[in-house]
């Protein structure tokens, strides 16, 4: 059974950057694709980042275009979000997901990890 555990989240001015690392046990994580998701209170889960197992192929909502980099060591089992110019609405959970393929659709995860608070102030 493929295990997914997110850290890294926390409190940041706007402006300010976290990187988000995800943790990938119990399967061969070059094999899947890769995906990040946010949810914020009183919101559908929303699509954020994806890579593809090659690591050749990115894909970003356009919001976070230019600001949010999306990477992977297979080496390591461990993906990666760098976010960058922070801003309030960027507030949520952040969850990372593996799949099949690289997708902006939750549906294409198959599993999914528990989440990391990131918050950001004005």
């Known amino acids: 059974q493929v295990q997914l555990v997110e850290s890294g989240g926390g409190l940041v001015q706007a402006g300010g950057s976290l990187r988000l690392s995800c943790a990938v046990s119990?399967?061969?994580?070059?094999?899947?694709?890769m995906g990040w998701f946010r949810q914020a209170p009183g919101k559908e889960r929303e699509f954020v980042a994806a890579?593809?197992?090659?690591?050749?192929?990115?894909y970003y909502a356009d919001s976070m275009k230019g600001r949010f980099t999306i990477s992977r060591d297979n080496a390591k089992n461990m993906g990666y979000l760098q976010m960058n110019s922070l801003k309030p609405e960027d507030t949520a959970v952040y969850y990372c997901?593996?799949?099949?393929?690289?997708?902006?659709?939750?549906?294409?995860?198959?599993?999914w990890g528990q989440g990391t608070q990131v918050t950001v102030s004005s």
């Open positions: 119990g399967g061969t994580f070059r094999r899947y694709a």
């Open positions: 890579l593809s197992w090659t690591g050749f192929d990115t």
């Open positions: 997901a593996a799949g099949s393929v690289a997708s902006t659709s939750t549906k294409q995860y198959s599993y």
